[in-house]
């Protein structure tokens, strides 16, 4: 048994999620790990905070001297929720019993077409904070080899949801959108994955846009659920060449920020004077985007459930009318809280998974899913403290 914590702040940019999980190899089978949660809390970032990683996100002309403070500033948060998640939650201490932190940071810049991702949250202070061996800066060596970076989490997919018994797909709902396609008995070349498009990304910006700062989401979709769609915005939010593209793709608030949301409302001026019809139209073009992303894969696959994660899970408008939008392929929609998952844990449990894959030496991006020329080990070690062993603490864990 290893205890590891893994440390995951999405593109919405609203806290922390930190999970605890044990996790056990099976070395005799092909997809070798075991990985049970053991506990799981979400910290949302101070306001300020908040502002600050949001004004870097959007490109506003901040400085290096303020991106090198905000990147420690986020660090200091990491660390601080994987304390309170082993020992405030699951009442364990964390340098003696958690071997690893595994930490994605917060992304603030994704161009993978020039090379190029971004991930704030220096990993030298949440090893020195938490004093445990800390595995982050998961993207970059697969976008090194000419890949997209993104999504890392298909190879953990593959290894917790695949089945020998029928074809699943998955869906998270963050800031952005993503699916992963596990057809049945697939080996991790046959898994597909790749971003939608826009989850809660433009909706968040327009709840900012019109409460003036006060709100950050539209909760449960209540706001959206009194619009009517505007169908001319929605054809001309559709037109974008991204929806197009093939696989291989990812995308980040380099496409879906402000100036964006701007250029709609100035194309659409009739979406000022309506914020119920603004977010009715973000969120079907939301759900949209991802139907018609899921909808090819379900008819090849005989896909029949839907698995969704992310902050998207929550939105109650957004659950029902991505139900009503797949029910005629027959596909249903449940949340990973329906089939004994967490729905707000995937991630942090992936990048803890993904830590100890890294510790191990065992290449984790899935090259059909993310472009790159070879596999690769994911994720770059920085150890707490001198004299420190991690192979040893690798096999000390391992038998006891």
């Not at 000022?272 to 992303?293: D, F, G, H, K």
């Not at 403290?385 to 000390?396: E, F, P, R, V, Y």
Request: aromatic share 6%.
């Amino acid at each position: 048994m290893v205890l590891v914590v893994g440390l995951m702040s999405g593109t919405s940019c609203d806290g922390v999620d930190a999970a605890l999980v044990d996790i056990i190899e099976k070395e005799e089978e092909s997809t070798n790990l075991e990985v049970t949660l053991v506990a799981y809390t979400e910290i949302p970032y101070e306001k300020d905070l908040k502002k600050r990683i949001l004004a870097i996100a959007r490109g506003d002309l901040v400085g290096i001297e303020e991106i090198s403070v905000v990147s420690v500033m986020i660090a200091e948060a990491f660390a601080s929720a994987a304390r309170i998640v082993v020992e405030d939650v699951a009442k364990l201490n964390l340098e003696q019993d958690v071997l690893l932190v595994g930490s994605h940071g917060q992304t603030v810049f994704h161009a993978p077409q020039n090379k190029v991702t971004t991930q704030l949250g220096c990993p030298a202070t949440i090893a020195a904070r938490t004093n445990c061996w800390t595995v982050a800066d998961f993207r970059t060596a697969d976008v090194a080899r000419g890949g997209q970076g993104a999504p890392v989490l298909p190879y953990i997919d593959y290894l917790l949801h695949s089945s020998s018994n029928e074809s699943r797909l998955l869906l998270n709902i963050g800031g952005i959108a993503n699916i992963t396609v596990l057809p049945k008995g697939c080996a991790p070349k046959d898994v597909i994955a790749f971003d939608t498009g826009p989850g809660n990304m433009l909706m968040d910006i327009a709840m900012r846009h019109f409460s003036h700062g006060e709100e950050d989401m539209d909760d449960g979709g209540i706001c959206a659920s009194t619009g009517t769609v505007d169908a001319e915005a929605l054809a001309w939010l559709l037109s974008l060449p991204y929806y197009s593209h093939s696989y291989p793709k990812s995308t980040g608030r380099e496409l879906y920020n402000l100036t964006y949301f701007e250029e709609l409302l100035r194309n659409f001026p009739e979406l000022l004077e309506s914020q119920p019809n603004c977010l009715a139209t973000l969120l079907e073009l939301t759900a949209t985007t991802i139907v018609n992303s899921c909808e090819p894969f379900i008819s090849k696959h005989n896909i029949t459930q839907l698995r969704l994660s992310g902050g998207g899970a929550k939105n109650a408008h957004l659950l029902g009318t991505l139900q009503a939008k797949l029910k005629p392929s027959g596909c249903d929609v449940v949340t990973f809280d329906d089939v004994d998952s967490n729905s707000d844990a995937r991630e942090a449990l992936a990048f803890a998974a993904l830590a100890y894959e890294c510790v191990r030496g065992r290449p984790c991006n899935v090259i059909t899913v993310t472009g790159a020329s070879s596999p690769c080990i994911l994720g770059a070690v920085y150890p707490p403290s001198i004299g420190s062993n991690l192979l040893q603490s690798i096999m000390d864990f391992k038998h006891t």
